[in-house]
């Protein structure tokens, strides 16, 4: 997909933004490749490739993200059906974790 694109987007296969795209859209695909520019929520069942030059501000969901140098996100990122757990900083000096701990 290349140029403006205003609305969403929705599929099962593969979506890749051209680097001129400019997209302006909430995204829901199978596979996400980008090298333009995405404004909008991003949700991709298998894998989000956010190469260099390309950029997302929205949050991002997907079980598989990669962001390559020069790659730009501002958002959140949420792995769907994950086993982790995040670092819980409520314990030790106020100012985060006091030290290492298990995950």
């Known amino acids: ?3 403006d694109f205003h609305g969403s987007i929705s599929t099962k296969d593969k979506l890749i933004v051209g680097e001129r795209a400019q997209i302006h859209a909430n ?5 996400i490749e980008v090298y333009g520019a995405i404004f909008g929520n991003v949700e991709s069942a298998r ?9 997302i501000v929205g949050d991002i969901r997907t079980p598989e993200l990669v962001i390559e ?8 990122t ?19 974790a006091s030290g290492p701990r298990q995950i």
């Open 1 to 3: 997909m290349g140029g």
């Open 27 to 31: 995204i829901k695909a199978g596979k």
């Open 47 to 55: 894998r989000l490739h956010l190469h260099s030059g390309g950029s």
């Open 69 to 76: 140098a020069g790659g730009m996100f501002d958002g959140k």
């Open 78 to 96: 949420t792995r769907p059906n994950s086993h982790w757990k995040p670092l819980d900083h409520s314990e030790g000096n106020g100012r985060g």
